[in-house]
């Protein structure tokens, strides 16, 4: 059962355009959590974001929990081919036993 | 290693052959993920261990497939009389546990039934 709906699911923009990326689910989540994925790699963490309405930054990234604890954005500004990748969302459980994965936003970048 | 590690990178089996994927996860971490991952797709839970408690096998597709962690630390996930269908990326993650939710992943065993 697929918990967690990402869009869109493609994303091709030229460099130095914004996106922003959705995670929406009809449950709540304990905690969420931001993965990108390289091909031939696994996801690495980006961020987790815990209070309902938190907003978090990492450089040009910036990420939002809703107030419900249900959905997340990730906004990027002034995109560049090193952000290239596989976005994936994963909401954890309330005890923390499984992760809730998105069904990903494959995003690429054009120089 | 200070990473999640898993073994082999690559494997190609002919159906019917049993497999063995294996991963070694960051020291010290209590609790271990295994998923599936079709191309370019998002992760499908498998199972979950947690301590000396019984795993959450929820996610296990069918009984061909198994999974067990010695001494809390090494896991190893058989997949027995593999199908065509079978064949994604099998990736394994660890995490702190006890209330650290945050999960660090493996490369991955890319699986192929040929």
């Known amino acids: 059962t697929q918990l967690l709906e990402q869009s869109p699911q493609f994303l091709s923009i030229q460099e130095g355009e914004n996106l922003t990326v959705y995670c929406n689910s009809s449950s709540v989540f304990s905690s969420l959590q931001w993965y990108r994925q390289e091909p031939g790699e696994g996801p690495v963490l980006l961020v987790t974001v815990v209070t309902g309405g938190e907003v978090k930054k990492l450089k040009r990234l910036t990420f939002q929990f809703g107030d419900a604890r249900k959905d997340s954005s990730l906004h990027i500004t002034a995109a560049q081919p090193g952000d290239t990748g596989l976005y994936l969302c994963a909401g954890a459980s309330d005890t923390g036993n499984q992760f809730y994965f998105g069904t990903g936003t494959s995003l690429t970048v054009i120089p | 290693g200070a990473g999640v590690s898993q073994s082999p990178s690559n494997k190609v089996t002919e159906k019917g052959k049993d497999v063995e994927l294996r991963c070694d996860p960051i020291?010290?971490?209590?609790?271990l993920y295994w998923y599936r991952q079709s191309l370019g797709q998002g992760l499908e839970f498998l199972i979950y261990?947690?301590?000396?408690?019984?795993?959450?096998k929820s996610g296990l597709p069918s009984d061909r497939f198994s999974a067990e962690r010695t001494g809390g630390s090494v896991s190893t996930l058989t997949i027995q009389r593999t199908q065509q269908e079978d064949s994604a990326v099998y990736l394994c993650?660890?995490?702190?546990?006890?209330?650290?939710?945050?999960?660090?992943f493996g490369q991955g065993t890319r699986l192929t039934v040929v």
């Open positions: 020291s010290g971490h209590t609790a």
């Open positions: 261990f947690q301590g000396n408690s019984a795993p959450d």
């Open positions: 993650a660890s995490s702190p546990g006890q209330g650290n939710t945050e999960a660090f």
